[in-house]
């Protein structure tokens, strides 16, 4: 990924008591700069579903049980030459045990 020209948006779903510790992480790892604005963002509410299996530790609920949750989608965009550190710093802000993230890699018109 190392080039700092090419963009990547980061996404990722976060419970709502986390979006801030989670945003300031990546935002630090160097997510969010837009010509010169950093620690852009864009978050929209939503509701989240999992259950986990035997042998998890879940953040919230149960194993075994489906739970559905409030999180936010935080969405960040990283340089090529950060976005391994973003993601890595995104995961270790995050709460959860398996975190759900996605990495789209973004094209200038």
């Given at each position: 990924?190392?080039?700092?020209?090419?963009r990547y948006?980061?996404?990722?779903?976060?419970?709502?008591?986390?979006?801030?510790v989670?945003?300031?992480?990546?935002?630090?790892?160097?997510?969010?700069?837009?010509?010169?604005?950093?620690?852009?963002?864009?978050?929209?509410?939503?509701?989240?579903?999992?259950?986990?299996?035997e042998g998890?530790?879940?953040?919230?609920?149960?194993a075994?049980?489906?739970?559905?949750?409030?999180?936010?989608?935080?969405?960040?965009?990283a340089?090529?030459?950060?976005?391994e550190?973003?993601?890595?710093?995104m995961?270790g802000?995050?709460?959860?045990?398996e975190?759900?993230?996605?990495?789209?890699?973004?094209?200038?018109f």
């Amino acid at each position: 990924m190392g080039d700092e020209k090419q963009r990547y948006k980061v996404v990722v779903f976060v419970p709502w008591e986390a979006l801030d510790v989670v945003r300031a992480a990546m935002a630090r790892a160097g997510a969010g700069v837009i010509g010169e604005y950093d620690w852009c963002s864009f978050a929209t509410k939503g509701r989240g579903t999992f259950r986990g299996g035997e042998g998890v530790s879940p953040t919230v609920g149960r194993a075994g049980r489906l739970e559905e949750v409030p999180e936010w989608r935080l969405e960040m965009v990283a340089r090529g030459d950060v976005v391994e550190a973003v993601v890595a710093a995104m995961k270790g802000a995050h709460p959860y045990e398996e975190v759900a993230y996605d990495v789209y890699r973004l094209e200038d018109f």
